[in-house]
């Protein structure tokens, strides 16, 4: 249970709490920037839906598992404020998805969450990683 306190400055102050239901599994991408993502192209790039993790949520959710996704990217997040919205899921596992140019911050998202949450398995796939697996893990 998360107990908060809402104030509104001209209309009243008011507490209320609400409980966060724990997820089996939480998909995230890594914060990237998209001057990270496209360089000089940065202006008239976009930034796409995790499809990917969609389907492994969906996958995953058939099989009787409760999913969530946090799309660090689209929201701009840091590397810390990512951690905190994954771990505000109270996750069991963690799905951290990489592309070659993401990979790095994906290993510095999961160093962080490991540094705030030990007792959460952590799990890092993608491309780069489905790509070159051996090159990835020296």
């Known amino acids: 249970q998360v107990k908060i306190k809402v104030i ?51 996958i995953v959710r058939g099989k009787g598992f409760s999913t969530s996704i946090v799309d660090a990217e689209v929201l701009n997040l840091t590397t810390p404020e990512a951690a905190r919205k994954i771990l505000d899921h109270n996750p069991s596992w963690i799905g951290i998805t990489a592309v070659t140019m993401s990979v790095h911050n994906a290993l510095h998202l999961a160093e962080t969450i490991k540094t705030m949450a030990p007792q959460v398995s952590t799990i890092l796939g993608g491309v780069h990683l489905t790509a070159l697996p051996q090159l990835t893990m020296e």
């Open 8 to 58: 509104i400055p001209q209309l009243c102050t008011f507490n209320f709490a609400f409980y966060v239901p724990m997820v089996d599994i939480v998909f995230a991408t890594p914060p990237l920037a998209m001057s990270e993502r496209y360089g000089a192209l940065a202006p008239g790039g976009s930034k796409l839906p995790p499809l990917g993790l969609a389907l492994l949520a969906s």
